[in-house]
Each structure stands twice: as C-alpha cells, then as structure tokens.
C-alpha cells in the first residue's frame, strides 16, 4: 500500500506539472507569437519611414537640381544634369514600389486603405507632374541657352514658358512634401500604437511566468513533504553505500524497507557490490600468476568482467609469446653455433672437396640430430658429361646410390637439382631408404633434401633421413647452411682448378725451357757447319784458280 501511494502520489505531481506545462507552454506560445508579429509590425513601420525619408530626400535633391537649372550655360552640363534627374526618379519609384510592399503586409484593412491611397497620391504626383516638369525645364533652358537674347525672337517667349514652368514645379514640391508629411504622421502613430503593444503582451508575460513560478513552487513542496518518507531516507542510504564503493570498499549488505523503486536499486546495487567482490578475487588470482581460475561475466555490456576476460586472456598471450621468444633465441643461439662449426670446417677443408665433404655431412647430421645423411658435388669436367657425385655420407646405405652419380632429374635428387628448392617428405616411400641400427633396419619419418645455390647455380645437393621430423627452424638453419656450404665449394673448386692449371701451366714451362735449349745446341751446329761449307767453297774456288 506504501509503494502504491508513493507511486500514485509521484503520477499525480507528474500529471499536475505536466499540464501545467503544457497550459504555460501554449500561452506561453501564443504571447510569443503576438510579440513576434508585433515586432515584425514595428520592423515594417520602420523600414517604412525609412523609405518615407528617402523620398523626401530625393525630391530636396530634385529641388536643389532645379535650382542648378538657372545658373548653367555649358550645353555638356545639360545632358548631365538630365542624367542625374532619371536617376533620382529611378529610385523615386524603386523606393515607391519598396514602400508599397511593406504597406500591403498590413492586416488593418482601414489604416492600409488611406496609407495606400497616400502612398500612390505621392507617386502619380511626381511621376505625372514633377518629373516631366523638370524634365521640360531642362529641356527649356537648354533652348534658352542655344538662343541669343537679342538676335532670336522667340527668346522671351521660352523664357516665359521657362519661368510658369518653374512655378508648376514649386507648386508640385509643395504637394510631394506635404504627402511624405502625412506619410511619416502615419507611419509615426503606427509606430507608437505597436510599441505600446508590444509592452503590453511583454507584460503579460510576465506576469504568466510569476503565476507560474509561484504554481511550481507550491507543487514541489507538496510533493517534497507528501515522498519524504519514503523516497529521501532510502536515498540516503542509497548515497552512503554508493559513497563507500566510490572509495574502493565493499559494503556491507544494504537492506532498504519502504519503496518499490528504491527497493529494486538496492538489489541492484547488491548484485554490483556482490560483482565487485568477484572480479577483486579474480584480479587477486591474477596478481598471483593464477591465470586459469574461471570467471563470468554479465554479459557483452560488462565492460569490468570483459575487461578482467580480455586481461587474462592477455596474460596467457603474453607468456606464450614470452615462451615463444624464448624458443626463438635457444633457436638463434644455435643457429650460430652451427655457423660458428662450420664455418670452422670450411676453413679447415679449403683444399680437399672430398675431406670437406665427409666432414660437413657428418657434423650436420649430428648437429640436426637426423640419423643419415649424404652430400653430393657437382662434376662438369666433362662438358659432355655432367653429373652429380657422392662425396660424402654418414650411417647411409651406399648401395642406394652403387653407381655414386646422381644426374639432373634422376629420382627426389635430380629432381631438387633442377626445380632448385628444398624437398622435405613425411610420407617416405618403403623402399626408398632404410635406417640401419643395433635393433635392425627402419624406414625413416622424414627425408629433406636441400640445394647448394649459389648464384642461382646448383653445386650440390644435401640428403638427410630421419626418424623425426625436421623443425621449420631446422629446415631454415639447414638452407643457411647449405648457402655457406655452396660457397665454400665453389671457393674450393676454384682453388683445386687454379692449382691444376698452375702445374699445368709449369710443366709446359719447362717443357718449353727445355725445348728452346735443343733449339740452341742445333743451331750452334748448324753455324759450324754453314763455317766449314764456307772453308770448303774458297778451298775448292782455290783450287779452281790453280788447274
């Protein structure tokens, strides 16, 4: 019954201010309205007696152009003078034809009437008699100009027309100023009865917000001293147990009696303090490195619970990446170890193909930890016969390969020697190869099969088996091997080719040496010979001279 009349009590204030709103609202609405017209009016008349000054102050420039009439002589200054007057009847009757609209907006049907009627009297009174007029009084004192006062007859009679023709005009100013006169009475009075208007509705303004205020006022104290009871003491429990969870505590329970809604928020704020106490225990365990405790949250809105989820889900992230790296540097650090290793042996094998051979696959199936492995070498002494030889091999069965020679495109081998990239196989065939050990033969898990590339030339070809299966990492270190391993090769058959051409190049030396000094001892002879063939001619010329 409480919560009822709690409830009834809060609907009724709200009904009551709400029609009092709405009452207030479109009075309010309707004053505004008639002030806003009001002013609108009052804008109108102001424009108007603008305009209304406007054309008074063209027709005293009309005035004081009639007046520079009489004193001109030059006939250049005529047509002048004629060009500034159309421009003041221009806007004569632009200004008219302005004045006329604001004029016609006028809901008084009377007052419009006789301002209209006034309006167009002043316009066809200048644009029927002044303006012609003055235009004819140009005109004629253009003539009289023309005109010698003694020699033409017909001076006086201009001159006389000239002079009614000033009096007309006189008399036409007379009525224009008379009309705008009357015009700014009217637009005067206008302006004064819409002021006084206008203060009134302001008044009345007001005086509705007053009443209004005082209404309001006595309606918020009833409603003050009527819910009191039950709506402000639960508040201000409501507050303290809010105040305490501000701070980062976890109240006790808060019991609350009286009131359906300040009931419900206090379950509510049960369920948030019971939420809290939750997610401290949950951020507790995680503190403690007890990443795999189970918590709920409330839903995809529970940004605490979801965030403390997303917070663990981070964490365990986190320590598998950190896992991860470490794996990766224990991967790094014996990378290096094996370039380190062999690197050593390609050094120390600079000049032997066949020890490097021998020693390199043995050391990489042992550093791998595979259980066979064989290395191949290119052979292209002969052009015409180029092949692929085995250098070296560990724990393998030679009688796989019994002719020691693997050509391009031959088997898993040739075939790695051509397409040039890595073969790796876990699905080993039965009879490809076997691995002998103390308990027997066993077929291997893994076979990879690796090029030695270097500038983009295969020099030879790594072949190891395993029961294990090779790690990506291991394939990535074992193809940074083979590139050092290719390189060495090549610098070591380059060196063997240098040494051979060398002996080569010093036998032939030699040969040469030897064969130039046969050269020497044979041409010795032969001038010896060519001596005594040249004693025997003068002895036997002598002989002739003698008979």
Known sequence: MKKAALHNIIFASISISVLMVLIFTVQEIILLSRIINTEKEINTVQNQSRITEQLQAVCETDEMLVKNTFVLKDKKEFSVLLKKHKQNANKFFKLHRQLFALSIQDNQSDKLTALIKLIEKTNQTYKEEANPLIESLINTKYKL?????LE??????????????????????????????????????????????????????????????LLTVLLGFIL????????????????????????????????????????????????????LAQAVKFSEDLSENKFNQNYRSEGSRDLLGNALLKLQENLLKSMEEESLLKEEEIQRQRTNEGLSLFSDLLRKHSDNIYKLADD?????????????????????????????????????????YLSGKIYPGEGLVGAVVLEKYTVYITEVPEDYVNIESG????NPRSILIVPLKFEEKVLGVIELASFNEFKKEDIAMIEEFADS?????????????TSKLNKELQERVKLLQQTEKELGDSLLKIKKLEKKIAALKKENQRLKAKN
Do not use: C, M
């Open 485 to 497: 391993i290719a390189f060495s090769f090549s610098s070591t058959k380059i060196n063997t080719e």
């Open 439 to 442: 308990t027997g033969k066993a």
């Open 224 to 275: 003050f001293r009527t819910s009191s009871k039950y709506f402000f003491e639960p508040l201000s429990r409501i507050i303290q147990f809010l105040t305490s969870l501000a701070k980062g505590e976890l109240p006790d329970k808060l019991h609350i009696k009286y009131g359906k809604e300040p009931i419900e928020i206090a379950a509510l704020l049960n369920k948030v303090n019971a939420n």
């Open 152 to 213: 033409d007859e017909s001076f006086d009679l201009q001159l006389n027309n000239f002079l009614v023709i000033e009096k007309q005009i006189e008399e036409s100013f007379k009525i224009l100023k008379n009309n705008i006169q009357s015009l700014q009475k009217i637009l005067n009075k206008n302006e004064h009865e819409k002021l006084k208007e206008k203060k009134k509705l302001l008044n009345n303004t007001q005086k509705t917000i007053l009443v209004f205020l």
């Open 145 to 149: 100009a023309e005109t010698a006062p």
């Open 360 to 400: 390199v696959i043995s050391a990489l199936v042992n550093f791998t930890e595979a259980n066979q492995g064989v290395l191949f070498f290119l052979n292209d002494e002969d052009k015409n016969d180029i092949f692929y030889e085995l250098a070296g091999a560990y724990a393998y069965n030679r009688k796989k």
